[in-house]
């Protein structure tokens, strides 16, 4: 089981870093969020009805990535093709399910293509930022759309890679499926509060309070991940500092680790500024900024994948105890 989570984990590696996202027409985060779209409208009773999204919909999306898997499996082992293509089968479907839930090259992707076009377009760099950053970007400067991007990609690390990743890694200790299953679950939770979470949007409440619980220890995590990807483990002593100065209690950690690694000021105009005393980032910082959440998110899928295989993968089994034979003198 640990080596067929492990190559779910390669496969859906392999495939962000070769196709980066599934087309949207197939996407099942695009099909989960047009589910929810149908509940972003006035509703009567909108706390109580955001508190039964919040529990359902997540759930009935982990349901259904569960029964992808399981049931895949179940249908090669029913057709009597044996253990090991069972096996693999079980590896590729649970693998391009990973794949869809995940996102790394993308983020990566959209960051670079924002703080290049800042140097030479701005207002081509405002009209990318839309896409990544949650802020109006009509009034930024060069030097603050480098440092939305940045702010964007350390947060949505995170959001997008490490929390699915984290809860595939647990759930597969019982089996690929569960993991697949715990992912998606992770991720309409994330989905939901992206897109309902507002203040003043009481359907949203619920969700944004969920995902609050859930991405507590992935902030964390990625927070890490980053820092060991500048090449700056110290930086996550700076961080705390600035990491509670944002409303949400997760977002700050990736985001301050970032500014403290870097060694540049972060800032979203009239919510925080992260390392204050610092200049904003330059074309250089930003370009780090970047990489530096890359090799975080290949150390992520790297640690999923140990954590996945575990020992069972390094140690062979033990021979069956031979019974009925007397021991040798």
């Known amino acids: 089981m640990g080596l067929t989570a492990l190559a779910a984990v390669g496969l859906a590696a392999a495939l962000d870093a070769a196709v980066a996202e599934p087309p949207s027409r197939v996407h099942p985060i695009a099909a989960f969020g047009r589910v929810v779209d149908a509940v972003d409208r006035e509703w009567t009773r909108p706390r109580a009805v955001g508190v039964a999204v919040a529990l359902v919909l997540p759930l009935a999306f982990a349901a259904v990535a569960w029964g992808v898997v399981e049931g895949t499996a179940s249908v090669v082992a029913d057709a009597e093709i044996g253990a090991v293509p069972s096996a693999v089968a079980t590896a590729v479907v649970a693998g391009v399910a990973l794949f869809s839930l995940v996102s790394l090259r993308m983020l990566v992707s959209v960051a670079t293509e924002v703080i290049e076009a800042a140097e030479g377009d701005a207002d081509a760099a405002r009209e990318s930022a839309i896409a990544l950053v949650g802020r109006d970007t009509s009034t930024l400067s060069a030097a603050e759309i480098r440092s939305a991007a940045v702010e964007s990609a350390a947060e949505n690390l995170a959001d997008g890679l490490v929390a699915p990743l984290v809860a595939f890694a647990v759930g597969a200790q019982a089996s690929p499926a569960v993991g697949v299953a715990a992912a998606a679950w992770v991720k309409g939770v994330n989905t939901l509060d992206s897109m309902l979470g507002y203040p003043g949007t009481p359907v949203g409440t619920a969700s944004a309070r969920l995902d609050d619980a859930v991405m507590w220890v992935p902030a964390r995590v990625s927070a890490v991940l980053l820092a060991v990807a500048a090449g700056s483990p110290g930086s996550l002593l700076d961080a705390r500092e600035w990491a509670r100065v944002p409303a949400s209690p997760n977002s700050g950690w990736p985001m301050a680790t970032a500014a403290a690694a870097l060694g540049v000021r972060l800032s ?59 021991a040798w003198p």
């Open 268 to 326: 979203k105009p009239g919510a925080y500024v992260l390392n204050p005393d610092a200049d904003l980032p330059s074309l250089a910082a930003a370009r780090a900024g970047v990489r530096a959440v890359a090799i975080a998110g290949a150390l992520a899928f790297l640690l999923a994948g140990v954590a996945v295989a575990g020992p069972s993968a390094a140690t062979p089994a033990a021979p069956p105890a031979v019974t009925g034979v007397a």
